[in-house]
């Protein structure tokens, strides 16, 4: 036991003292904070530059009929053609050119947006949205009908669903399907590559040790499954420490972002009162006011935030990645022990990395239904497990299938480190010749 | 007293016999050879008495009982196969070995510092493996091999790319470990480091143990039967007078001296040679010819291979 620790100590300390490591720990909190970050910045930044769109409106139907916004503009252009504009465009100071058919009522892409660039999406579904309306307008308007004007700003809805879940004491909390989603998503594929990533550093250095050679050396004062098992739980420790920095990192990082954030959002509500108060006085406060008495979305995203078990989630993360981890890890020694160099690894990680990829997969269509019997399944079978459970943990899941989970999870890595192991100790000590499955097959049947 | 006893080992491999029914006994004291061609199966006899890989039958036993797991503490093992890890600096990586062996921190420190004085080798402590040469790389690897002060030692071709100073040096290292009371059990090509060294041999050949003895006896047993006589005279006269128990094997001329090589069959005794040749030349010198560790070594092999073909 205290030989599996000198070899894990010196495992955890050569890579802890590597510089890629330190990078590696400090660039990816950045990393994953900028990614969640930057979409919040972006959104609460609008496009600010001016622009004015020149309009040929051969059906006579828009003139001045298209909203305008702050920041784009449209300008009408009586008796020009499309060809005549053309000539000119890059003088005119055009942003672009919309041009109308005259039969744009029946025929839906009579609407043709020319410009020298590549107009934003913004923009194009801005000039769609705005001319259907309008088209739908002028379309009732045949039909004569009194206060039509009035009837369709009575119409106007605007519905969310916000999404409040049952737990078993009664108890009803505010949840949001997106956030519960988006932390499936981004915890799962995060387990697979994590154990991918330290599974395959396992390999390279049985891979590394073997090619120098210090393993006849080494296994000389320490049983070959001692070493094994020193260099996959070093690894481990060095992945913990990695994840644990990563966490207080970004959480950081995105909480220190996130109040800028929020600042910035408070300003946007306290606009938005001013309006109303002006609103008010002008006498059309009533639908307004039923607006602002639904929580904002950000406030909304906090409370289903808060409501989110982040002990059971970052606790059953780290458990089943450990897992997982350890499970896989020794699929991967068993590999590197089997081969001279890395190129020749190819074909035989297939067998250990197919599992992983159909985890993936299955992960994608539990996403939608965390409660189906194929994401069950996965879920229970050991060598998806750590991956498809995560994917089901924040949607939650009952504790005896945890348990059954986590139970086959722990009794599979004890075999298969056990299978590695023979494997292992007799791959490491044959030089110079790819092996295949079967002869490996034959090792675990050595009796020594 | 035996320190280390392997009875009937055999080892099978998944398409080739490594070893078959290969018994040594190393006596407690002593520095043994195991001499044989390469593929012969020295490398997997070492690794089975250093419980790398378990025999597939016979047993080992070592300090007068059989083998037990602990054993290796007080085993010093030189694989053939060496390397170190070539990101570690050299004093750190010995450590890292001198603490599996089962030394603390501070004891391994104070021991690989007298070894590195003796060595003259303290300027290398914090050096990267990857900076070292071949041969300085093997210096280390000899020093964390004897560093726990085993009363077995076992190396695996101990001389291979060392140059022959630092083989020299070695050997003396060696040499002087037998001294201080260590039993050491090498491998090697290196016959004339055998003949300086070694108190006992075996050798091992296609998985079989083929001589094994001490090795004044080998030597004796391989050389009874020639005899180099010096003389002046006349060759031809000499070889007129040999009557057919007797057969001129070679000879050289050299400043008026003959000296003739001369092969005495078991009807004859080299007093009825020298009674034969004494009137028909001035004798200068006679002396049984001892053929070197190579010559029997190259013998023995042949003669092995040769009848083993047929069968």
Same mark, same amino acid.
């Given at each position: ?18 510089k890629s ?6 660039l990816?909190?950045?990393l994953f904070?900028?990614?969640m970050?930057?979409p919040m910045i972006?959104?609460?930044?609008d ?6 769109i020149a ?10 009929k298209?909203?305008?916004?702050e ?5 009408? =252009?009586?008796?020009v ?7 000119t465009?890059s003088?005119?100071?055009?942003y672009?050119?919309?041009y &109308?058919?005259s039969?744009?009522?029946n ?6 947006l020319?410009s020298?660039k590549?107009?934003?999406m913004?923009?194009t579904s801005?000039i769609s949205?705005a001319?259907k309306n309008? &088209? ?10 009194e ?16 999404? &409040? ?11 949001s399907?997106e ?7 981004i915890?799962s594929?995060?387990?697979?590559m ?7 550093q396992v ?10 050679r210090v393993?006849?050396?080494i296994?000389?004062s320490?049983?070959p499954?001692?070493l094994?098992m020193g260099?996959i739980l ?8 990695q994840?644990v920095?990563w ?8 909480? #220190?972002?996130g109040?800028i954030f ?18 008010? @006085?002008?006498g059309?406060?009533?639908?307004v ?6 929580p ?6 906090m409370?289903?935030l808060?409501? &989110? ?12 990645f450990?897992?997982?981890?350890l499970?896989?890890a020794?699929?991967f020694?068993a590999?590197?022990?089997?081969v001279?160099s890395?190129?020749?690894?190819? @074909?035989l990680?297939l067998?250990?990395?197919?599992p =992983?990829i159909?985890?993936i ?11 189906g019997?194929?994401?069950?399944w996965?879920?229970?079978?050991p060598?998806?497990?750590?991956i498809?459970?995560?994917t089901?943990l924040?949607?939650?899941v ?7 989970? #986590?139970?086959? =999870?722990?009794?599979s ?7 590695a192991a ?7 000590? =044959? ?12 090792w ?5 | ?5 392997t009875r009937?080992?055999?080892?099978r ?8 029914? !290969?018994?040594?006994a190393v ?6 050879g ?12 070492l690794?089975?008495?250093?419980q ?22 007080s ?6 196969e060496?390397g ?5 600096k050299v004093?750190?990586?010995?450590i890292y070995?001198?603490?599996?062996k /089962? ?6 420190l ?5 070894w590195?004085?003796?060595l ?12 070292l040469?071949?041969g300085?790389?093997q ?29 020299n040096i070695?050997?003396?290292?060696i ?5 201080k009371?260590?039993?050491?059990l090498?491998?090697t090509?290196n016959?004339?480091s ?10 091992i ?12 006896? !080998?030597?004796?047993q391989?050389?009874?039967?020639v005899?180099?006589?010096t ?9 007129e007078?040999l009557?057919?128990?007797?057969e ?15 092969? !005495?069959?078991?009807y004859?005794t ?8 004494i ?5 200068? /010198?006679?002396?049984? !010819? ?12 042949q003669?092995?291979n040769?009848?083993?073909?047929q069968?």
């Amino acid at each position: 036991m205290s030989k599996i620790f000198l070899v894990l100590e010196r495992e955890f300390l050569t890579r802890v003292r590597k510089k890629s490591f330190i990078i590696m720990t400090i660039l990816a909190p950045l990393l994953f904070a900028g990614l969640m970050v930057v979409p919040m910045i972006i959104a609460t930044m609008d496009d600010t530059k001016e622009r004015s769109i020149a309009v040929i409106d051969d059906s006579g139907l828009f003139k001045n009929k298209i909203t305008e916004t702050e920041y784009l503009k449209f300008v009408y =252009l009586d008796g020009v053609t499309v060809s005549d504009i053309q000539s000119t465009f890059s003088e005119s100071g055009y942003y672009a050119v919309l041009y &109308i058919g005259s039969m744009v009522a029946n025929t839906p892409d009579a609407v043709i947006l020319y410009s020298d660039k590549q107009p934003s999406m913004d923009i194009t579904s801005h000039i769609s949205s705005a001319i259907k309306n309008e &088209i739908e307008t002028q379309k009732l308007k045949t039909y004569d009908i009194e206060n039509l004007d009035d009837i369709l700003k009575s119409i106007k809805t605007n519905v969310r669903v916000r999404t &409040i879940k049952w737990s078993k004491d009664g108890e009803a909390k505010e949840s949001s399907s997106e956030l519960v989603f988006g932390l499936a998503y981004i915890l799962s594929f995060l387990v697979y590559m994590l154990i991918f990533m330290f599974g395959s550093q396992v390999m390279r250095g049985v891979i590394e040790e073997k090619t120098s050679r210090v393993v006849e050396v080494i296994v000389s004062s320490v049983k070959p499954f001692q070493l094994m098992m020193g260099k996959i739980l070093g690894i481990a420790a060095v992945s913990l420490l990695q994840i644990v920095i990563w966490l207080i990192l970004t959480f950081g990082l995105v909480s #220190a972002a996130g109040s800028i954030f929020l600042d910035s959002s408070k300003k946007v509500v306290a606009q938005k009162e001013t309006v109303t108060n002006l609103m008010e @006085q002008a006498g059309v406060a009533q639908t307004v006011t039923e607006a602002a008495d639904q929580p904002s979305f950000a406030n909304e995203m906090m409370t289903a935030l808060s409501n &989110i078990n982040f002990v059971l989630i970052i606790g059953g993360f780290i458990f089943f990645f450990i897992g997982g981890y350890l499970l896989y890890a020794a699929m991967f020694a068993a590999v590197g022990s089997a081969v001279d160099s890395e190129a020749d690894t190819q @074909q035989l990680i297939l067998p250990v990395t197919i599992p =992983l990829i159909l985890a993936i997969v299955v992960m994608v269509s539990g996403l939608k239904s965390p409660d189906g019997s194929l994401t069950f399944w996965f879920s229970i079978i050991p060598f998806t497990s750590p991956i498809i459970m995560i994917t089901r943990l924040p949607y939650g899941v009952p504790t005896w299938e945890l348990a059954l989970s #986590a139970a086959l =999870l722990v009794i599979s890595f004890v075999a298969i480190t056990w299978l590695a192991a023979k494997i292992y100790r007799v791959g490491i000590l =044959l030089y110079g010749k790819k092996h295949t499955w079967k002869e490996m097959w034959k090792w675990i049947k050595y009796k020594n | 007293m035996d320190i280390l006893i392997t009875r009937n080992i055999e080892k099978r491999f998944s398409n080739h016999l490594a070893l078959d029914d !290969v018994s040594i006994a190393v006596p407690q004291g002593t520095i043994y050879g195991l001499l044989g061609p390469n593929g012969a199966g020295k490398t997997t006899l070492l690794r089975i008495i250093n419980q790398i890989t378990g025999p597939d039958r016979g047993e080992v036993h070592c300090f007068g009982r059989p083998m037990q797991a602990n054993d290796i503490y007080s085993i010093g093992y030189l694989p053939e196969e060496r390397g170190l890890y070539k990101k570690m600096k050299v004093g750190e990586h010995a450590i890292y070995l001198a603490r599996l062996k /089962g030394l603390s921190r501070p004891e391994a420190l104070k021991r690989l510092k007298f070894w590195f004085e003796k060595l003259e080798i303290q300027g290398w402590w914090n050096k990267k493996i990857e900076e070292l040469s071949k041969g300085m790389a093997q210096k280390i690897q000899f020093v964390v091999t004897v560093i726990h002060e085993p009363k077995l030692l076992i190396f695996d071709e101990p001389f291979s790319g060392f140059d022959p100073i630092n083989a020299n040096i070695i050997k003396n290292e060696i040499i002087e470990l037998k001294k201080k009371g260590a039993t050491i059990l090498f491998s090697t090509h290196n016959m004339g480091s055998v003949e300086e060294m070694c108190d006992y041999i075996t050798l091992i050949n296609k998985s079989k143990n083929i001589l094994s003895g001490h090795i004044d006896q !080998v030597r004796q047993q391989y050389g009874s039967n020639v005899f180099e006589l010096t003389f002046k005279g006349d060759l031809r006269k000499v070889s007129e007078s040999l009557t057919a128990n007797y057969e001129l094997v070679s000879h050289t001329e050299e400043m008026g001296q003959v000296k003739a090589n001369i092969k !005495v069959n078991e009807y004859s005794t080299d007093n009825r040679l020298l009674n034969l040749v004494i009137p028909v030349a001035e004798i200068i /010198g006679f002396r049984q !010819v001892i053929p070197s560790m190579n010559d029997i070594f190259i013998q023995v092999v042949q003669e092995y291979n040769k009848t083993h073909r047929q069968s």
